[in-house]
């Protein structure tokens, strides 16, 4: 099966310029997330989408990020205008749930990242 | 009361090794654990998960141990290979319908050949 597939890998910007990104999840997986990973931390949620609604978008700074999932498959994660401490690794995760009740997870499967510099 | 803190940040150890990643939280509601393994330039893969019903998981080399009243959980490599080093990342989610993950900060495993 095709893994999360993400574009483009690498990114040098201005700071007050604008980025995108995109991506596209594992055919039917309902759930999407948008992580940033700065060097030498774990990934931090930024958005989750349950098919095209957003679940969670509580730590996503709306003054300057805004992301989309149109008809509940391919998403774009925007940044206008970038500042320097956006510099980092955009993820993209998609997953499904296995289980039931209380013995459900969530097994997120990643893709390899959008790396962004803004000088 | 979400955080999951890892420790220690970095590790190195001789091939044939085990080396031992630590990680403690302090939300109740958590139940269930994975653990991820991160290459340079890919996305983080999951290695291996546990809940807190059972004390320890093994899948092949890999060991998840769970100590539910201390809130504290631990990967454990065996023999452990270059091909291991990487980056892994332990986490925690609680039910529900979001079912987010929480990560901790990383710890960068080099085992030397």
């Known amino acids: 099966e095709a893994g999360v597939a993400q574009s483009p890998r690498y990114k040098i910007i201005e700071k007050r310029q604008s980025v995108a990104f995109w991506c596209n999840p594992i055919?039917?997986?309902?759930?999407l997330y948008w992580y940033q990973q700065i060097l030498g931390q774990g990934p931090k949620l930024l958005i989750q989408?349950?098919?095209?609604?957003?679940?969670?978008d509580s730590q996503l700074p709306k003054d300057r990020f805004s992301a989309e999932r149109l008809k509940g498959v391919d998403s774009t994660l925007k940044i206008q205008p970038a500042k320097l401490e956006d510099s980092a690794v955009y993820l993209c995760?998609?997953?499904?749930?296995?289980?039931?009740?209380?013995?459900?997870?969530?097994?997120?499967?990643f893709g390899p990242g959008t790396r962004l510099t803004v000088l | 009361q979400q955080q999951v803190k890892q420790s220690p940040q970095s590790l190195i150890v001789q091939k044939g090794g085990i080396p031992i990643i630590n990680c403690a939280y302090e939300?109740?509601?958590?139940?269930?654990f994975p653990w991820y393994q991160q290459f340079p330039g890919k996305g983080p893969a999951l290695l291996i998960a546990?809940?807190?019903?059972?004390s320890e998981k093994k899948e092949g080399r890999f060991t998840i141990s769970f100590n539910k009243s201390a809130k504290q959980f631990s990967l454990h490599i065996m023999d452990s290979q270059p091909g291991d080093s990487a980056t892994y990342f332990c986490?925690?989610?609680?039910?529900?319908?979001?079912?987010?993950?929480?990560f901790g900060s990383g710890t960068q495993l080099t085992v030397l050949p």
């Open positions: 995760a998609s997953s499904m749930y296995r289980g039931q009740g209380r013995s459900s997870y969530n097994e997120q499967f």
């Open positions: 055919s039917g997986h309902a759930t």
């Open positions: 989408f349950q098919n095209n609604g957003v679940v969670d």
């Open positions: 939300n109740t509601a958590f139940d269930y």
């Open positions: 546990i809940r807190p019903d059972v």
């Open positions: 986490a925690a989610s609680k039910t529900g319908s979001a079912r987010q993950l929480t």
